[in-house]
């Protein structure tokens, strides 16, 4: 039984090695091709795509071989990889000032150069489950369970650095390097139950020791035509009882292959290698070390800050930090970052190659973020029938940005596409990567009706789940309706929003941007009260006349709403109050009962100008019971509405949810997942790109981001509540998932959990299946339900986990379409690359109304925000580097998470990021807005408006979008400061916020009565609470103060750019050391992108890059020249060893130019600060 569920779950993808896992090439080089690119194939550095059938089963048997031969080979006759060497002389000459020229030997290891091989070890060969003092293992039906000791930790006095090299920031712990060296010897040194390979518990030969693994994370993005992407190298080791941990990490960062293969030795591949090396061990029984026997002082003799830190003692029993978790690193100007952790927790992993990441993005110019992010697809329903109007011809759907475009043709896109279809005599064509995705003529109409799509000498069938695209590369589908009643034919633009939600705190809606609407959608029907009495009122709204509604005269004649030249928003925003219009109309619009509204908008949604004036014979109920029912049905055929939950209300009202009806057209945008937690990014100058969006990206210089990891780290709160997860439910009914924090069911427990009809329905089909093949199997085997949380202390654990494929890989077709789309819509070829650049930043806030912890500390309320606020440069970043945040099922409390919400992963001084980040804004001119998590007011909204922001965005046009167009049309109003009690409240920080002409005109392509969605309260939560809500201000204006003290109290504040320093000092003290309060123009002339080109700073920070650039260069040439010298010819033929020397003498003599600095303005550059 153990052995068929081994083969089930333990897997290696790497084609190479299939069957009998053969010396291969680097998984590293696979994963740099695949891992982001739109076209890109699935990472099998990775284990990625999950295998089926004999193909797993023959993967299984071969990682079990392989294991078995790698087990007879004593580890330390093996040869150290270059990437051991490099790590061990570092250690050695950085530590001998303290070890008496002592040098560090890392210990004989097993490498883990296949993807799997860490999973199969995690687990006894021939036994289900695996129990140490600090973990419990399961195999199980659908993949593998870890439970560590502690089901979550916290990020208090976790972060020690030790002295030497860079400053060490005011929120972390300083430790001498004596110290360090003294918790490297116990790190190298387990004991022999920390050592222990579960695959050899139970066997005949039980065997010990560590194992490694080669991770080469991304730094810089790959930018065709501009850059190619770069990683560091990064060994990860264990010891053999914590094998589980490197399969996480392997998992989320893939697998850089056996590092002694020349092919992956980073120093070689100078296009390629960021130049920076990292090393995590993973060493709990550091937790029992005494403070004084690992060097540190005794409390008398001890300095300020080591008392503060807890690097002293005055009882020599003293646990070094107390015997609680932490982690420990060294960092230096050459590049090098090791790190111990005394801990097993699985997040703590991942976060500490994001940490080592960070470090290696900072030192090379780009910027690691923790973001999520989507490409967002406006769709829409075109209801039975589709044809080219105003809806494909711009990129929203929306009439009221129209200009006039060069008509998109048949014959130009057959151009464009070229070989990578097939054209058939009927007159489309078909794709030739996914043959159900067909090219059609412009004149091209679609209908439900007949089920055709038809154009000038041609036809072919509708049919649902194919996809069918317009020369200009909007797209259209047949679907089911979301409530499954009925058909209608889904468009979807061509180009997307690139939404990118940065420096979001915890429970902002990081993760929400790029989840589907669909699941939040509740259905209902189309009143009719009396069939006779509606139906004329409605028809005498139709009839009235519109052009005495607004206050100012507009010129021209309006159609009449039936028209065709009128849209379906115009008429929305028609019955919608307007500050634009007269108080006598607007009360007029009050008194429209909201059933005859939802009728306009179906007559208006189903109206075909072949009824003429008899629509009403069109619209009718059933009789029921020899009465009028009170359902509208069209045709014959039972109309559906779409509710969204928007919120809702205070408990005092009833608690109940806000849900409003959206409009009868609306269809969720199609997403693609383009971040979720660790991304690095780069500014690229515009003008430097081809192929990109021209028409609607307009910035001067463009933010290029990229996701770091394969798999995400899910936290699944709702699938405790059967059914609420679809997501989650679908994944883990799956095969091979990584699963923590859930209980184990045994088959017998699983038939238990069926058994209950009533209550197991409620599970979505795939968990229901997974569920009853596993109470099938066995009854002793182990099952994990995705409603089973692991309980603790006899509660349901509150930080469930399982890693989670990336969505975007799970997509091929969508991948495939959004490139091929914007390429036609661009008119470029298909085969050349086209960038999707940041067009959105939208960083993420939690706020709370008052509350307390757990323990009854009091939490001040934050809840100060409405929807959505945009904020200017000095005010965005005041929260930026504050990153306050209220109280979230993600935190162990509320309060500051430092600097971009980086405060636990940033092993540097916090101003090295906020320069770049800074100078990446600037130089770009992107909008800071911010969207509202938790509550509004007192208005509890969760993450409904997360959800619902991507959506608003992905309808509005890029000059829709511009700040000024949004102040100067009132969409947008500033938030001034209050006078109370011969005080000022700086309210002002908030910046500016929507108002209700945005919400009627944006919101109205979304819902029918948007007005009613952000009412006032909503869009001024002052009226809910004005206490509250200047406690609120307060406690944001004190934590800025108190956050931007420390940079003063540091010295760190010295390396800040000016901007950066300017508003450093306003935070801290109300003005800068030249007496300018942030509003002056002497501030904000500092954060003018004119004004920074020209600065010398900013210069400086080119010359920075040119500097390191040119480093990083030596060092890859004389590492290639040195093995050249030593190698043999047949692995300096397999790298192609000359060819890269000379690619990388031509960069060399690129970079070191006298055009090179110039061609790098309109980037970020690097840090000086930084700079050896």
């Not at 050899?200 to 010990?208: D, F, L, M, Q, R």
């Not at 085969?831 to 757990?854: S, Y």
């Not at 980040?917 to 997360?946: C, M, N, P």
Request: include cysteine; glycine fraction near 8%; hydrophobic fraction near 35%.
């Amino acid at each position: 039984s153990s052995r068929r569920l081994l083969l089930k779950t333990n897997r290696s993808t790497d084609p190479a090695r299939q069957p009998n896992l053969p010396e291969a090439t680097s998984p590293a080089q696979d994963q740099r091709k695949n891992t982001m690119s739109l076209e890109g194939s699935w990472p099998t550095s990775g284990g990625l795509p999950e295998p089926t059938g004999i193909k797993r089963k023959e993967r299984d048997d071969a990682l079990v071989d392989l294991i078995h031969q790698r087990l007879k080979v004593d580890p330390a006759t093996e040869k150290l990889a270059p990437v051991d060497l490099r790590i061990q002389k570092f250690l050695s000459e950085h530590l001998s000032v303290v070890r008496e020229k002592k040098p560090v030997v890392l210990p004989p290891m097993m490498s883990l150069d296949q993807y799997g091989m860490a999973r199969t070890l995690s687990l006894p060969e021939g036994a289900n489950t695996y129990t140490s003092p600090l973990i419990k293992s399961f195999r199980c039906h659908n993949g593998v369970l870890h439970n560590p000791v502690n089901d979550k930790r916290t990020t208090a006095g976790v972060f020690h650095v030790a002295e030497g090299g860079y400053p060490i920031a005011h929120d972390k712990k300083a430790v001498p390097l004596l110290t360090f060296s003294h918790l490297l010897d116990a790190a190298l040194n387990p004991d022999d139950q920390t050592l222990e390979l579960p695959f050899t518990v139970g066997s005949a030969n039980p065997k010990k020791g560590w194992v490694k693994l080669l991770l080469r994370p991304l730094v810089c993005p790959s930018v065709p035509g501009y850059t190619s992407e770069k990683t560091m190298e990064v060994r990860f080791i264990a010891p053999g009882s914590m094998v589980a941990n490197v399969d996480f990490v392997e998992s989320v960062f893939g697998n850089g292959g056996e590092a002694r293969l020349v092919e992956n030795d980073a120093a070689l591949d100078v296009e390629h290698w960021s130049g920076h090396t990292g090393c995590v061990i993973l060493a709990p029984q550091m937790l029992k070390l005494k403070k004084k026997d690992v060097g540190l002082p005794h409390w008398d003799a001890a300095t300020e800050r080591q008392r503060r830190d807890g690097m002293a003692w005055k009882d020599p029993n003293e646990k070094y930090n107390d015997g609680k978790a932490f982690k420990i690193c060294v960092r230096t100007h050459e590049g090098f970052f090791i790190t111990m952790i005394a801990d097993n927790y699985f997040g703590y992993c991942k976060k500490e190659v994001k940490t080592q990441l960070s470090f290696a993005c900072n030192l090379t110019g780009t910027e690691e973020e923790h973001a999520g992010g989507a490409l967002a697809f406006a769709s829409i329903s075109w209801g039975s029938y589709f044809h080219e109007d105003y809806r494909v011809q711009r990129p929203n759907h929306h009439f009221e940005s129209i200009k006039k475009a060069q008509p998109y043709t048949f014959a130009e896109a057959l151009k464009l596409l070229g070989s990578t279809v097939t054209k058939k005599p009927e007159g489309y064509a078909v794709d030739n990567k996914f043959p159900d995705v067909f090219y059609v003529p412009e004149d091209a109409i679609a209908t439900t009706g007949t089920g055709m799509v038809t154009w000038k000498g041609g036809e072919m069938t509708l049919k649902p789940g194919c996809l069918y695209v317009h020369p200009s590369g909007y797209n259209f589908r047949l679907e089911k309706r979301l409530d499954g009643r009925g058909w209608h034919i889904c468009g979807t633009v061509a180009e997307p929003f690139n939404y990118h939600k940065p420096a979001t705190v915890s429970g902002g809606g990081k993760s929400e941007v790029s989840k589907l609407l669909s699941d939040m959608i509740t259905f209902g029907t189309v009143r009719i009260d009396s069939v006779k009495k509606d139906l004329a009122y409605v028809d005498m709204i139709l009839k009235r006349k519109y052009h005495d509604r607004f206050k100012v005269p507009q010129q021209g004649q309006e159609p009449p709403i039936l028209s065709p030249q009128s849209t379906y928003g115009s008429i929305v925003k028609l019955l919608t109050p307007s500050d634009e219009y007269t108080d006598e109309y607007n009360d007029w619009l009050e008194t429209i009962p909201p059933v005859i509204r939802s009728l306009v908008f179906l007559v208006k949604r189903v109206y075909k100008q072949k009824w003429g004036k008899d629509w009403k014979s069109h619209i009718s109920v059933m009789s029921v019971d020899g009465r009028d029912g009170d359902v509208a049905y069209v045709d014959g055929q039972r109309v559906s509405v779409q509710y969204l939950r928007v919120g809702q209300e205070e408990k005092s009202m009833g608690g109940r949810s806000r849900k409003f009806q959206l409009r009868h057209d609306f269809v969720p945008a199609s997403k693609i997942q383009t971040e979720d937690d660790i991304s690095a990014s780069i500014i690229v100058p515009r003008t430097a790109l081809s192929n990109t969006n021209a028409e609607e990206v307009l910035h001067p210089s463009l933010k290029m981001t990229q996701n770091c990891e394969l798999r995400l780290f899910q936290r699944p709160d709702d699938a405790i509540k059967r059914g609420a997860d679809t997501r989650c439910e679908e994944d883990m009914a799956g095969d091979g998932n990584f699963m923590s924090n859930f209980e184990p069911l045994t088959g017998r427990q699983a038939e238990g959990l069926t058994q209950h009809a009533v209550k197991f329905d409620e599970f979505t089909e795939p968990m229901q299946k997974r569920l009853k093949r596993a109470a099938a199997d066995s009854p002793t085997d182990y099952v994990v339900s995705s409603a089973n949380f692991r309980l603790v202390n006899g509660k349901p654990t509150a930080n469930p986990r399982y890693l989670q494929v990336r969505t975007d890989f799970g997509e091929p077709r969508a991948r495939h379409i959004a490139s091929v789309a914007a390429a036609l819509r661009r008119r470029v070829p298909v085969t050349e690359a086209v960038h999707f650049p940041v067009n959105g930043v939208l960083p993420g806030r939690r706020n709370n109304p008052p509350d307390q912890l757990a323990d009854g500390t009091p939490i001040r309320p934050l809840s100060v925000f409405n929807p959505l606020h945009y904020q200017e440069l000095p005010e965005l970043f005041m929260d930026l580097i504050t990153s306050v945040t209220g109280k979230s099922p993600s935190t162990t409390g509320a309060g500051s998470e430092a600097a971009l919400t980086k405060g636990p992963f940033n092993a540097l001084t916090y101003v090295a990021d906020l320069n770049s980040t800074l100078v990446g804004f600037i130089l770009s001119g992107y909008a800071g807005f911010s969207t509202a998590a938790g509550y509004i007011g007192r208005t509890r909204v969760d993450h409904d408006i997360s959800l619902l922001i991507p959506e608003v965005m992905c309808r509005m046009s890029e000059a829709e979008r511009s700040v000024k167009h949004l102040i100067e049309t009132g969409c947008l109003e500033k938030v001034e400061d209050i006078q109370l009690s011969g005080r000022a409240v700086y309210a002002s920080r908030l910046g500016y916020r929507i108002t209700e002409r945005f919400v009627n005109l944006f919101l109205g392509r979304i819902f029918e009565s948007p007005a009613e969605v952000f009412n006032g309260p909503l869009l001024r939560p002052e009226k809910q609470d004005f206490a509250m809500f200047v406690d609120g201000v307060d406690n944001l204006v004190q934590a800025q103060q108190k956050a931007a003290q420390t940079y003063i109290d540091d010295g760190s504040i010295k390396d800040a750019c000016p901007p950066l320093k300017a508003i450093l000092y306003c935070m801290a003290n109300g003005k800068t050391p030249e007496g300018y309060a942030a509003n002056s123009p002497q501030v904000r002339d500092l954060f003018k992108r004119e004004n920074v080109l020209t600065s010398a700073w900013y210069l400086e920070r080119l010359a920075c890059k040119k500097r390191m650039e040119t480093k990083r260069l030596q060092k890859g040439i004389e590492a290639i020249k040195a093995f050249m010298k030593t190698a043999s010819p047949g692995d300096a033929k397999r790298i192609q060893a000359a060819d890269r020397l000379k690619a990388a003498e031509a960069e060399y003599k690129k970079v070191t130019s006298e055009h090179y600095v110039k061609s790098l303005m309109g980037t970020a550059g690097a840090e000086p600060c930084l700079e050896v």
